[in-house]
C-alpha cells in the first residue's frame, strides 16, 4: 500500500520539486534590493499552501469517489481508515515540506529587508513556519471537501473558498487576541488649518483631532482610541459640542469644488476652532494596542500551532466521513 500510495505521488512530488527549484532559482538570481522581487517571492509563499490544498488534497478522495474505484479499493484487507491514512502520508508530507522549503527560502532572501524595515509585521503570512501549517490545513480542508461532495471540481472550488474565509478571520479576529496585546496612551495633537488656492481662504475639515504618531518600530498596531481621564471615549458629536463654532461655518459656507469635505471660513473662526482642539487635545489622549517585535515569533508558533490542530480536526472528521460513505 506504501509503494501505491508513493507511485500515485509521483506527479505531484514532481511539481513540488519544480517550485521549489523555481523559487530557489528565481530568490538566487533577484536583487535584494529589488522591491517587485521580494513582492513577488512573498506571494509565492502566500498562494502555495492554497494551491496544494486545492491540486493535492482535493482530488485525493473526490477522484476515488467520483470514478468509482473506492468500491475496490475498500473490499481489500486494508480497513478504510487505514487506506486513507496511507493514502494521504506521502502528500501530506510533501506538502508540509514544499511550503516550509519555499517558506525558508523567501525568508532567507528577504531577511536583510525584513530587518531593516519598521514593519515585520507587514509580511508575517509569507515568512517563518505559519505557511506550513497553512498547507496542513489547506490540504486536510481539500481532503474533506472532497470526501463531502464526492466531486473534484466542487471540492477545489470549496477549498479554495474555506481556506481564504479563514485565513482572513485569522488575521483580524484570532491573531490580535493569541497573545493579550500590550498598551501605550500617547499625547494627542490639534489637528492644523490648511489653505485653499492661493491662500486667500483657510479651510478646515470636519471636527477631528490627529494623534501623535507612536514610536513602535517593528509593532504592530492593533487597535487605536482616543479616550479622556476616565476612559471615557470621545466622538465626533462630543467633539463638534465642545467647538461648535464649525457647524456655524459648515452652513455659513459650502464647499469649493476640487475640496470635497471642506469648508472656507474666515481666519479668526479657524483660529478659533484651532484653539478649541487644543483643549481638547489636553483633555484626551491615544490608547495604542499593539504586539511588540519581540512577539513576533512567539506568534507565529502560536498561529502555526493551531492550524496544525485544525488540521487534525479536519482529518478527523475526514476519517469519519469515509466510514460512513455507502
Known amino acids: 500500500m506504501m509503494w501505491l500510495a508513493w507511485r500515485l505521488a509521483r506527479v505531484p512530488l514532481a511539481v513540488g520539486l519544480a517550485v521549489v527549484a523555481a523559487v530557489a532559482l528565481g530568490a538566487v538570481a533577484a536583487d535584494r534590493t529589488d522591491g517587485p522581487a521580494r513582492l513577488w517571492l512573498s506571494t509565492v509563499v502566500v498562494v502555495v499552501p492554497g494551491l496544494l490544498g486545492m491540486f493535492w488534497g482535493a482530488p485525493l478522495v473526490a477522484d476515488e469517489l467520483q470514478a468509482g474505484t473506492f468500491r475496490l479499493a475498500w473490499t481489500q484487507d486494508v480497513s478504510r481508515v487505514r487506506w486513507l491514512a496511507l493514502r494521504l502520508a506521502v502528500p501530506?508530507?510533501?506538502?508540509?515540506a514544499v511550503?516550509?522549503?519555499?517558506?525558508?527560502?523567501?525568508?532567507w532572501w528577504a531577511g536583510p529587508l525584513d530587518r531593516m524595515g519598521v514593519d515585520q509585521f507587514g509580511s508575517f503570512d509569507a515568512r517563518g513556519v505559519v505557511p506550513v501549517g497553512y498547507a496542513a490545513f489547506a490540504f486536510a480542508l481539500g481532503v474533506l471537501a472532497g470526501a463531502l461532495t464526492r466531486r473534484t471540481v466542487p471540492a477545489m472550488a470549496v477549498t479554495l473558498a474555506g481556506f481564504i474565509s479563514v485565513r482572513v478571520v485569522?488575521?483580524?479576529?484570532?491573531?490580535?487576541?493569541?497573545?493579550?496585546p500590550m498598551t501605550r496612551a500617547v499625547a494627542l495633537n490639534p489637528l492644523t488649518t490648511g489653505y485653499g488656492s492661493g491662500g486667500l481662504w483657510p479651510f478646515i475639515p470636519a471636527p477631528s483631532v490627529q494623534p501623535a504618531p507612536p514610536d513602535l518600530p517593528n509593532s504592530w498596531i492593533t487597535a487605536i482610541g482616543i479616550v479622556n481621564r476616565s476612559g471615557t471615549g470621545l466622538t465626533n458629536g462630543q467633539l463638534a459640542r465642545t467647538c461648535p463654532g464649525v457647524s456655524h461655518a459648515r452652513a455659513a459656507g459650502a464647499a469649493p469644488a476640487g475640496d470635497s469635505g471642506?469648508?472656507?471660513?474666515?481666519?479668526s473662526q479657524a483660529n478659533a476652532w484651532h484653539e478649541c482642539l487644543a483643549r481638547v487635545a489636553t483633555s484626551y489622549h491615544e490608547v495604542v494596542a499593539y504586539?511588540?517585535?519581540?512577539?513576533?515569533?512567539?506568534?507565529?508558533?502560536?498561529?502555526?500551532?493551531?492550524?496544525?490542530a485544525a488540521?487534525?480536526?479536519?482529518?478527523g472528521a475526514c476519517a469519519w466521513r469515509v466510514r460512513r460513505i455507502g
Do not use: D, N
Not at 488540521?311 to 482529518?315: D, E, G, N, R, V
Open 291 to 308: 504586539q511588540p517585535a519581540s512577539r513576533y515569533w512567539p506568534l507565529q508558533w502560536y498561529e502555526l500551532g493551531l492550524f496544525l
Open 92 to 96: 501530506a508530507l510533501a506538502s508540509l
Open 311 to 315: 488540521a487534525l480536526l479536519l482529518a
Open 170 to 180: 485569522v488575521r483580524l479576529l484570532v491573531r490580535p487576541h493569541l497573545l493579550p
Open 262 to 267: 471642506h469648508i472656507p471660513v474666515p481666519q
Open 99 to 107: 511550503a516550509g522549503v519555499v517558506s525558508w527560502i523567501v525568508t
